[in-house]
């Protein structure tokens, strides 16, 4: 018997800079794990980032980088994944080219976040032909994979929805050519001709909401993020500084785990003799709001700490994970190649195959 392959997964990140407790929990720790059971393919999206952060790109380098040092400080492992960057593998933008070609207009406005996102966030000019088109970008990203399973967060899987519809118009218009097209110009041979890609499945990552210091969720944006590569002290810092259940204004004020942030971030972290013991001693103010704050910090570093220490071997020499960066592109451009020349000949765009064929010299003709 013959193992199954394994099954493909594509998953993307923005170059957004040194990412923070919520990317790990939300994302990264998934993936960690996802690597040893599939196939996976991991990338920088580099390109996407631009659909929003297209007037300063001064930071775009730096920013993929420190993505790419967290990541291998999480324990993504090169020998377990491929790791590359979009703009490295420029055959996703000659998809998303030909995949504009099919996708209707109004499929692209009726994506929630494009509405949400253009009205939300005032202070860019988010009415650009690429920003509307992005999900159309990460349709080729994954289909050009011929990704089986997509790990998302909930706002992705949307995304995730129109690249199936974008799969399936495809699929409908255009057919993997399986024999070479009669010479006699009498059609394309319909039988043996298959769909060129599969629909792909999103995966929605099993995330709890993770609360910032201010008590509102993670994110950079905010300024109420935990990053991963904060010192202890920095840590425990911002920790101390986090929000707590209102109700308990003096120490003697008893609380609730349930309705405070730094309760949410012992459920995520701590081991389950510290919640039982912050769930009975905040409730009967036995314990302090400082100590409950020192004890998730202590969860937390306990995290952080292999993570740092991994980080710093990457950070003493960059070269080592910039050439984890190429080799993995260039296994992508290979994979990303052969789909692409599938999408050509189905589309009849091989006119390579043609020129050879049909209008090769006649022997001796030419010297
Ligand atoms: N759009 C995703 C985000 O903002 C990132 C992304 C780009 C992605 N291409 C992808 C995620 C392909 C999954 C698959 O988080
Ligand atoms: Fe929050 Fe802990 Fe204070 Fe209770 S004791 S309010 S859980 S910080």
Not at 162 to 174: Q, S, V
Not at 231 to 248: C, S
Request: proline content about 7%.
């Amino acid at each position: 018997m013959t193992t199954p392959a394994k099954k493909r997964v594509l998953s993307g990140m923005r170059s957004t800079g040194k990412l923070h407790l919520g990317n790990y929990v939300g994302a990264l720790e998934n993936w960690v794990r996802m690597q040893d059971e599939y196939d996976c393919f991991f990338f920088i999206a580099d390109w996407h980032a631009l659909t929003t952060d297209y007037a300063d790109t001064s930071r775009l380098k730096e920013n993929s980088v420190e993505v790419l040092l967290d990541w291998l400080a999480a324990g993504l492992d090169p020998a377990k994944c491929v790791m590359f960057i979009q703009s490295h593998v420029p055959a996703h933008a000659e998809l998303h080219l030909l995949l504009s070609m099919i996708t209707p207009l109004g499929w692209l406005e009726r994506v929630p976040t494009y509405k949400e996102q253009k009205e939300n966030i005032k202070e860019k000019d988010l009415g650009t032909y690429g920003f509307l088109g992005y999900p159309v970008l990460q349709s080729a990203d994954i289909l050009i994979y011929k990704a089986d399973v997509v790990p998302v967060g909930e706002d992705q899987v949307a995304h995730v929805e129109l690249t199936r519809e974008i799969a399936r118009r495809f699929n409908g218009f255009y057919r993997r050519v399986e024999r070479p097209p009669n010479p006699m110009g009498t059609g394309l041979p319909m039988s043996g001709a298959r769909a060129v890609f599969p629909e792909p499945q999103s995966l929605l990552t099993p995330a709890p909401r993770l609360p910032g210091t201010d008590g509102r969720k993670m994110s950079k944006s905010y300024g109420n993020a935990v990053l991963l590569t904060d010192p202890e002290p920095v840590v425990r810092q911002k920790l101390k500084t986090m929000v707590t259940d209102p109700a308990r204004v003096r120490r003697t004020d008893p609380g609730n785990p349930d309705i405070c942030p730094v309760g949410d971030l012992h459920k995520i972290f701590s081991d389950k003799e510290t919640i039982a013991k912050v769930d009975t001693g905040c409730r009967s103010a036995g314990i302090g709001c400082i100590e409950c704050k020192s004890w998730v910090a202590d969860a937390i570093v306990k995290i952080l700490n292999p993570m740092q220490e991994r980080r710093r071997q990457y950070e003493d020499n960059p070269r080592l994970a910039w050439d984890i960066l190429e080799a993995g592109s260039a296994r992508a451009r290979d994979v990303a190649g052969a789909t692409m020349d599938e999408v050509r000949k189905s589309m009849g765009l091989d006119y390579s195959s043609n020129l050879s064929s049909n209008y090769e010299p006649a022997k001796g003709s030419t010297k």
